[in-house]
């Protein structure tokens, strides 16, 4: 699970489209049961819409550089 890993935060950049948003972002991920003792850094793109007055999360990926 990606509970195991160290997440550190670097930067989001948030665009609103009404009561849909787009967040990208960098993270540093670090240690853990499936990196070891490698750091990775990814760029994530999610996706996220207003449901009943709450942001939720409904999709994720990688952006590849």
């Known amino acids: ?3 195991d890993d160290h997440w550190h935060h670097v930067g989001v950049g948030v ?3 009404g ?3 787009t967040a990208e ?3 540093l991920v670090s240690g853990g049961r499936y990196l070891g003792d490698r ?3 990814l760029h994530l793109r999610t ?3 207003l449901e009943d007055g709450e942001w ?3 999709s994720a ?3 590849e550089d």
Do not use: P
């Open 39 to 41: 750091n990775e850094s």
């Open 61 to 63: 990926e990688r952006v």
């Open 25 to 27: 972002f960098t993270a």
């Open 19 to 21: 009561d849909r948003a």
């Open 56 to 58: 939720r999360c409904y």
């Open 15 to 17: 665009t609103l489209h």
């Open 47 to 49: 996706g996220w819409r």
């Open 1 to 3: 699970a990606i509970s």
